[in-house]
């Protein structure tokens, strides 16, 4: 049977992990580096595999583009300014494994939105106006976390995603999870989903 989504390769890369740690003023350790990731790796991908179709059925249902990959690298780092990067796929290790997963998905949501990208302009452009008063990145994640928002809601119990609010709405893109709880039944319509 043919696989419709991507299959997500954790994969370790000693100069991107040696370039990051240097990058967060970390003193990298090439051996205790390259064992934590790996069993992290086990960790993660264990955890992944139960929910990876799901989450990319859920994401291309609710964006309407298909994934373009069969595989999709993703490189799990020890330090890292932010928990995810979209591109290249990078993962900073967490030790709370739900925040991992739900950083994957959204950085997945980033991806599979940048397929169409005349769609997002035009979504971008209807949010501009909606909020003048935000700035673009704020404005780029209403609609990502938006996204984000309707497929944990498919996926997860209210527990799982009531902890990633509640981390989410502390950090940096608070202010985004913030307009899109509040704004939810109004984005609806303006992303006519």
């Known amino acids: 049977m043919k696989n419709l989504y991507p299959k ?3 994969v370790y890369s000693l100069p991107y992990n040696r ?21 992290y790796i086990k960790k993660i991908e264990s955890r992944w595999n ?30 890292c300014k932010y928990s995810g990067i979209s591109l290249p796929l990078t993962l900073r290790m967490e030790k709370d494994l739900d925040l991992a997963i739900e950083t994957l998905i959204h950085e ?28 673009s990145w704020v404005i780029r994640h209403i609609y ?9 809601k498919k996926l997860f119990n209210q527990k799982f995603i009531d902890k990633i609010l509640k981390r989410n709405l502390s950090l940096k893109g608070g202010r985004a999870w913030k307009i899109v709880l509040r704004e939810e039944k109004n984005l609806k ?3 006519e989903i």
């Open 108 to 135: 997945l949501t980033h991806i599979i939105v940048s397929y169409n990208f005349k769609k997002y302009i035009e979504i971008k452009q209807k949010l501009e106006r909606r909020f003048p008063k935000e700035n």
């Open 189 to 191: 319509k303006i992303f």
């Open 50 to 79: 139960k929910v990876s179709d799901s989450v990319c059925l859920a994401l291309q249902e609710i964006v309407k583009n298909k994934w373009r990959e069969k595989e999709i690298k993703c490189y799990v780092v020890k330090y």
């Open 144 to 152: 990502i976390n938006f996204i984000e928002l309707q497929s944990l």
């Open 8 to 10: 997500i390769k954790f």
């Open 19 to 39: 370039m990051l740690a240097e990058y967060e003023n970390e003193k990298f350790k090439e051996e205790k580096f390259f064992k934590e990731v790996k069993n």
